[in-house]
């Protein structure tokens, strides 16, 4: 069955520090993977799109990363923001009709 | 550009009535998607078109699900009759080649 599994569910962080969101995929054939950020209230914004080939993929202090030997992903986040409070969601392209199927989130809160 | 737009934002609704949710996409993309978002399920997809064309359906949950696309820049998504089930959060999104724009989502709540 094809899913998409994110951990932790949520984390609490300080303003300033770093962290780490993992995801883990069992969809076959892989196509793409991407992480969107959802701020409350709102829909989700696009961070980056890793295809098969590519093995890290940055966007200012976003950077994701992608084994697809393991099926692992992560995003990390470098100095923190209080902005930076949101739910991280990965998507995973992919599966016999090539369609995106979702994890259901990391909610990150960063606090001062 | 605006980016997609979505009305209504909030809707609140009696179960049985008929609700409508819409979708303006961003001018020049060629694929729309629906989604229904809650805290159980996530975000699922409904429905998706290509060039106006529905291409996959398989998410809608049943009959009293519909979605239309007349034009390149509007498209709606109709429950009829309206359950509280389908209390969620909705989504329209526009999508350019691998890259999807979400709208702001329409809060639907059935009574």
């Known amino acids: 069955k094809n899913q998409v599994e994110q951990s932790p569910q949520s984390l609490i962080i300080l303003e300033g520090k770093n962290c780490t969101l993992q995801c883990n995929y069992t969809v076959s054939p892989f196509s793409n993977l991407r992480w969107y950020k959802q701020d409350t209230g709102r829909g989700p914004v696009s961070l980056t799109i890793m295809t098969f080939s590519e093995n890290t993929k940055s966007n200012g202090r976003y950077t994701a990363t992608l084994d697809a030997d393991t099926k692992q992903s992560s995003l990390h986040i470098t100095a923190s923001q209080l902005s930076d409070s949101a739910s991280y969601i990965c998507v995973v392209g992919g599966g016999a009709t090539n369609k995106l199927i979702f994890g259901t989130g990391t909610l990150l809160a960063v606090q001062p | 550009d605006a980016g997609v737009i979505q009305s209504p934002r909030h809707e609140v609704t009696e179960m049985g009535q008929e609700v409508t949710l819409r979708c303006k996409p961003i001018?020049?993309?060629?694929?729309l998607f629906w989604y229904r978002q809650t805290m159980m399920r996530g975000l699922e997809l409904l429905i998706y078109?290509?060039?106006?064309?529905?291409?996959?359906d398989s998410g809608m949950p049943e009959d009293r699900f519909s979605a239309k696309m007349p034009n390149a820049s509007f498209s709606t998504l109709k429950i009829q009759p309206s359950e509280p089930r389908d209390s969620a959060v909705y989504f329209c999104?526009?999508?350019?080649?691998?890259?999807?724009?979400f709208g702001p989502g329409t809060r639907l709540t059935v009574l």
């Open positions: 078109f290509n060039n106006n064309v529905p291409i996959d």
């Open positions: 999104a526009s999508g350019y080649y691998n890259e999807q724009f």
């Open positions: 001018s020049g993309h060629n694929s």
